[in-house]
């Protein structure tokens, strides 16, 4: 059944609060390479991430979130820890999880997940899904 309106035609727009803004926008800009498009203080630091928008707004605080607030789907996840992993990025254990010596979680499905925290201690993901794959 077609819907006259619906959301899946367009692009999302990524949010994530900071309070370093110094830090946040040399971690993302810098470490993790996103385009910075502009800065809008006091409101966000605006960047591209691969053609979908990411706001990271100013707030005076944030409270701590429950599991990942973002994360990236990469072809290649162990080169790509490695490679974040030059770039100073640490990954996070968790309990109960058996992640294998990069820090790499498998799912059941197969999937593949390592975690890591922004500066302002925002949980982050990256991600290969071989079921997605051709």
């Known amino acids: ?18 309070v370093d803004v110094s830090r946040a926008r040399a971690f993302y800009r810098d470490t993790l390479g996103l385009r910075l498009v502009m800065e809008e ?4 630091l605006v960047f591209d991430a691969n053609g979908i928008m990411l706001r990271l707004g100013m707030a005076n605080e944030i409270a701590p979130a429950h599991g990942t607030v973002l994360g990236w789907q990469v072809p290649e996840i162990s080169a790509t820890v490695k490679d974040l992993g030059q770039a100073g990025v640490k990954f996070e254990r968790y309990g109960g999880m058996d ?20 500066p302002d201690g925002n949980t982050l993901s990256i991600s290969e899904h071989p079921e997605l794959k051709g």
């Not at 059944?1 to 900071?18: A, E, H, R």
């Open 99 to 118: 992640q294998d010596e990069l820090g790499i979680w498998t799912s059941p499905t197969g999937a593949k997940v390592a975690w890591f925290k922004d």
């Open 1 to 18: 059944m077609s819907q006259p309106f619906g959301l899946g035609k367009y692009n999302i727009i990524g949010f994530v609060s900071i």
């Open 41 to 44: 203080p006091p409101f966000a």
